[in-house]
């Protein structure tokens, strides 16, 4: 595996996110009921619960891909439901499970591509910023390379400098690792815990829990569409109060 990515002076400046009684439904089927929750500016929040518990519906509603029925999120402390959805989605980096890089262009020119058409730079200055965020990411020597011929750790590596470019002020992460062979997943983990350090502002949905441990500030417990518990990490893993967090604890460490 090529060394630990990034170097460690660069800093983010991330911005604050808040949910305030944020409801969604598909249809007439509610899978998000009154969710409230806060994420400082460069700290990260992990968020774990079942399958089926409303996680993705919930940063779908951060990143305006559904909206809420009811409540409100604030970005920077300003309400994003008024915004235009891809002003939004230019401030907020999402990162899913399936890369979807473009599968005929390379690395270099996946990462440019998204920032002359997003950011409308010239071919030159993307070109440039790309190749300083794929160094970013530890993979200056794959820049020539297609997503075929990259890993699947490599991929979701471009993925995320393609993220990055557009100078996000919030990450979201939905089980990044989650399609990643075994072998594959702690780069892309180690990856996101240097964004983490160097103070980004992430909300993470995740099943690994070493990293929900070791890296959140903040671990939110959700089951049937609420959040049942939060709290540091300590305290949600080491003394889960709830009988329905104790059992998911049980069932997945
Ligand atoms: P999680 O990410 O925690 O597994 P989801 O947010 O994907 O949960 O799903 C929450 C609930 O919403 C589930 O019951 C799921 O079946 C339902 N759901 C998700 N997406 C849709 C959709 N596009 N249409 C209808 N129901 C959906
Ligand atoms: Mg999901």
Wanted: aromatic fraction near 4%.
């Amino acid at each position: 595996m090529s060394a630990l990515p990034i170097t460690d002076g660069h800093r983010y400046s991330g911005s604050s996110l808040e949910l305030r009684g944020v409801s969604m439904a598909y249809g007439d089927i509610e899978v998000l009921r009154d969710v409230s929750l806060e994420v400082a500016p460069g700290t990260t929040t992990c968020i774990i619960g079942p399958s089926g518990s409303g996680k993705s519906t919930l940063l779908r509603g951060v990143n305006r891909l559904h909206e809420p029925s009811s409540g409100d999120v604030l970005l920077a402390g300003e309400s994003v439901l008024t915004q235009k959805p891809d002003a939004v989605r230019r401030r907020i980096g999402l990162v899913f499970q399936h890369f979807n890089l473009f599968p005929d262009h390379t690395a270099l020119e996946n990462v440019a591509l998204a920032l002359r058409n997003v950011k409308r730079m010239s071919k030159a200055a993307a070109t440039r910023t790309a190749m300083e965020r794929l160094t970013e990411v530890g993979l200056a020597e794959r820049a020539d390379h297609r997503p075929r011929d990259l890993s699947g750790g490599q991929q979701q590596r471009v993925a995320i400098a393609r993220a990055l470019a557009m100078d996000p002020e919030v990450m979201l992460f939905d089980e990044a690792t989650s399609a990643l062979d075994p072998e594959l997943v702690k780069g892309v983990l180690t990856l996101m815990a240097g964004l983490a350090r160097r103070g980004m502002t992430m909300l993470v949905v995740t099943h690994e829990m070493g990293f929900a441990r070791k890296v959140a500030d903040q671990v939110v417990f959700m089951d049937e569409g609420r959040v049942v518990e939060h709290g540091a990490p300590g305290d949600l893993f080491d003394r889960p109060r709830s009988p329905r967090l104790q059992r998911f604890l049980s069932e997945v460490l």
